[in-house]
């Protein structure tokens, strides 16, 4: 059963950086897009930042030139850098994936979600 591991959220004051990394867990046979979500207390879920597998990224307004997603196939492996944090960044991060679990089977799956919490 694949699943994708995330790491790296926490307490930051406004200003800092966290970097977040998502991989993972077993063998599979490969990635299409991956990205980043995250979830507000009482708001929506959105789409931070995006990359296919070909790097192109793409990200909200909102983080632009703060956030930046990357990753590493051989490590199957994503991404996020985030600096020059606010408050609003508050808010639960969770990676997503487009992976082929058999040469003939993709599926969309879902990191556990990490904290990610900004002080003013």
């Known amino acids: 059963q694949v699943q994708l591991v995330e790491s790296g959220g926490g307490l930051v004051q406004a200003g800092g950086s966290l970097r977040l990394s998502c991989a993972a867990s077993s063998s599979i046979f490969g990635i299409n897009d991956m990205g980043w979500y995250r979830q507000a207390l009482g708001k929506q879920r959105e789409l931070v930042a995006g990359i296919n597998s070909g790097g192109q990224t793409n990200y909200v307004d909102s983080v632009k030139g703060r956030f930046t997603i990357s990753r590493d196939n051989a490590k199957n492996t994503v991404y996020l850098q985030m600096n020059s944090l606010k408050p609003e960044d508050t808010a639960v991060y969770y990676c997503?994936?487009?992976?082929?679990?058999?040469?003939?089977?993709?599926?969309?799956?879902w990191g556990q979600g990490t904290q990610v919490t900004v002080s003013a």
């Open positions: 997503n994936a487009d992976i082929w679990t058999k040469v003939w089977e993709k599926g969309s799956f």
